[in-house]
């Protein structure tokens, strides 16, 4: 069994003597503090400390994070207090502790709002101290080695959310040890069968192929020594997961992912990388478009190395990386390598960089917290965050900006700043103007057109993909609402109390705090808000307001509906919504319903749900009328029937196009042989456009019936 005087020999090799004492005084206090206390095996609980401790030493991280994960569980599981940890260690240990500790006095309502809020609570130490997710992943690897006497339903439970954060977030700060590591086993704890077939087919088919390495190998160092160039030629091996994947989303069979021969060269300096580069391409053949510089723009997490793919002997794929010493303990140790380094008394710029990138990358999440409305809702978007390809494009100035594959220049906007996406408009790629949803590609230089005033469309949260930008939009859309729910508000009460022959601004003083005071409400604009959500009724409010303060008595039914119709202009915002199942168009007779937390929803006055709608709530009924100046396109929907023949489609497409509308959606039913019946919802200004549409789809050949369609 692995001691504490193993790990103190261990620590011998890079701690001083007075700091290995502390870390086995941070030991015997946790022993006696789990004292009694035994883990799910029956081994005593404080091999579980010390075996994090060990994975610690492993990376050479400090003393006081090896104390901290002697000392991890101590606040969770036993009476201790964060205040004497304090006292007996000093507070960075006890904060490091208290950091990875979950939140035990609180009881949530599922395992998800728990999981939630303890992430969340833990990002918040991270922002103060990088090292608190180190020693909570180094906390998750031994948890995870030691899954075998769990249930399998609590196994599974405990590996997908490994895999689906921890893992995720070891491959960010490029600790790709402990990644590779966590994947794994993850895997073989979800689907045990799947990586127990894959782990043996691996190891027949090393056997099998061991010669043919040996060759490639041999050849590739040759080719090195002949040229006079030092470096090491090693294989890689690939893991359980990353095969299962490949064999999963690539529909390949395994003997084809196997057939990938992987290779890694390790040199001493950058310009022999490239030298060694250089050789390997005149031993054999480059695949085009394989080759990844991932040195001169190193991946988000601070990866780098030379990626190229080869035509070895009988066309066999081989995969090599080629990369320095130092670049490669980054890429096994990532941002541990900070410490790593510091151990050795050298201070090397790459491992600062990743430290730096890492604490910039915290700050991403804080900020993401502060957007986010719930914890679940932020962990959701940290999930998001977490997927490790990226890409990399250009501002106008020739700064690298990186982002997730898949990002669209509403992502790149909000990279850049939050205010910059907030009022982005439109966008330059590469010198030619393109639609903000474009996926971006690496290479490319992207401009933000701006503009005063703009502000976030709710139809970007379809196609973003980057965390920041979901969150920044979902926060300035709640904004926006409160605020058009507020103008609305004011508009409707005012509006009410004209029947009164007053305004808002024209009451008497101390009446709407008397009301405010009433309706348990602290400022005005919520009340507002209210009326424009459909929360309270206007008229209501405003016969209150107008009441004289002897009169105690508030009631909803009190009136009647305002006098005279809204004026709408369709430019309102999120607070006037139009009707899907009847979709009114300006110059249709119209009427509004007041619906709770949607606002005014704009009905056509035949429409049918009017009817269940004057049953149930007739008081959140009441006259609207278009304004003159309304602009927009509104939805509508036409059913035609016309003869089947080829080019149906683009004939009414260009013809739709040619009056200056658009095509939100068509499809199209075969009544028979010789019939189909065409259904078409269309984008346009008004009644009169589309009369205008209608006339031209009638001058179609083989045109029958055309009809609005109205629920």
């Not at 997490?301 to 010493?325: C, D, K, W």
Request: aromatic share 6%; proline share 4%; net charge neutral.
């Amino acid at each position: 069994m692995f001691t504490i005087d193993d790990l103190a020999d261990r620590l011998a090799g890079y701690l001083p003597q007075d700091e290995i004492q502390q870390v086995k005084r941070a030991f015997y206090y946790a022993e006696q503090a789990h004292d009694g206390q035994r883990r799910r095996s029956g081994e005593p609980y404080v091999t579980h400390p010390l075996a994090v401790s060990n994975i610690l030493a492993n990376m050479h991280m400090d003393h006081q994070s090896l104390m901290a994960a002697m000392l991890h569980d101590v606040i969770e599981d036993t009476g201790v207090s964060k205040a004497a940890l304090a006292k007996q260690f000093g507070e960075p240990v006890a904060e490091l502790v208290d950091g990875v500790s979950k939140l035990t006095q609180i009881t949530f309502e599922d395992k998800a709002v728990a999981q939630a809020e303890n992430f969340q609570k833990m990002v918040m130490a991270m922002s103060q101290d990088i090292r608190v997710i180190i020693v909570k992943l180094a906390d998750r690897l031994h948890n995870m080695r030691t899954l075998g006497a769990l249930r399998p339903d609590k196994k599974r439970r405990i590996a997908r959310e490994t895999l689906e954060i921890y893992a995720r977030i070891a491959g960010r700060l490029g600790i790709n040890t402990i990644r590779v590591e966590l994947e794994d086993l993850s895997f073989q704890a979800i689907h045990p069968m799947r990586a127990e077939r894959i782990k043996r087919a691996v190891s027949k088919a090393r056997g099998n192929r061991r010669t043919m390495i040996r060759q490639v190998q041999t050849s590739l160092q040759n080719c090195l020594d002949d040229d006079g160039l030092p470096g090491t030629v090693i294989g890689r091996q690939k893991h359980l997961l990353s095969i299962y994947r490949k064999m999963r989303d690539q529909r390949k069979p395994f003997a084809e992912i196997m057939d990938v021969f992987g290779f890694r060269i390790i040199t001493d300096d950058v310009d022999t990388c490239y030298r060694i580069l250089g050789a390997v391409h005149n031993l054999y053949k480059p695949v085009p478009g394989r080759f990844k510089d991932y040195i001169a723009i190193p991946k988000a997490n601070g990866y780098q190395s030379l990626h190229t793919t080869l035509f070895g002997a009988n066309g066999m794929p081989i995969e090599v990386q080629i990369r320095t010493r130092e670049m490669e303990a980054m890429a096994n140790n990532g941002i541990a390598a900070h410490w790593l380094y510091k151990a050795g008394q050298t201070e090397r710029p790459i491992a600062a960089g990743s430290h730096a990138r890492a604490r910039e990358w915290v700050r991403g999440l804080l900020e993401m917290q502060r957007h986010a409305g719930n914890p679940l809702e932020f962990i959701e978007h940290v999930k998001n965050d977490l997927f490790p390809d990226d890409i990399y494009v250009f501002t106008p100035k020739g700064d690298i900006m990186e982002l997730p594959q898949g990002a669209t220049a509403v992502d790149f906007a909000y990279t850049v700043h939050t205010d910059i996406g907030n009022g982005c408009i439109a966008c330059r790629i590469d010198r030619h103007l393109a639609p903000l949803s474009t996926r971006l590609e690496s290479g490319q230089t992207l401009e933000i057109i701006t503009a005063p005033g703009a502000r976030p469309n709710l139809a970007w949260l379809s196609f973003v993909v980057t965390a920041k930008a979901r969150s920044a939009i979902r926060h300035a859309l709640k904004n926006q609402q409160r605020t058009e729910s507020i103008q609305l508000g004011r508009r409707l009460l005012n509006k009410a109390l004209a029947d009164y022959e007053t305004s808002l601004e024209e009451l008497p003083d101390g009446r709407l705090p008397r009301v405010l005071e009433e309706f348990e409400l602290k400022h005005a604009d919520d009340l507002l808000e209210s009326i424009g959500l459909g929360t309270r009724m206007a008229y209501a409010v405003a016969r209150r307001l107008t009441e004289s303060p002897a009169d105690d008595t508030l009631s909803s039914d009190i009136g009647g509906p305002m006098e005279g119709p809204v004026v709408i202009s369709g430019t309102e915002g999120m607070v006037i919504s139009f009707a899907r199942c009847c979709h009114p168009l300006p110059g249709d007779p119209v009427i509004g319903h007041l619906s709770v937390g949607k606002g005014i929803v704009v009905h056509r006055l035949d429409c049918r749900n009017l009817d269940e709608l004057k049953r149930d709530d007739p008081d959140k009924l009441f006259s609207l009328e278009w304004s003159s100046e309304i602009s927009g396109d509104f939805p509508v929907g036409l059913r035609i029937e016309m003869e089947t023949r080829r080019g149906l489609v683009a004939e009414l497409a260009s013809l739709v196009t040619d009056a200056d509308a658009n095509i939100e959606r068509i499809g199209i039913e075969e009544r028979d042989a010789r019939l189909s019946i065409v259904n078409l919802t269309l984008a346009v200004r008004d009644r009169v456009h589309l009369a205008r549409i209608i006339k031209r789809i009638r001058n179609l050949p083989h045109v029958g019936k055309i009809h609005r369609v109205r629920n």
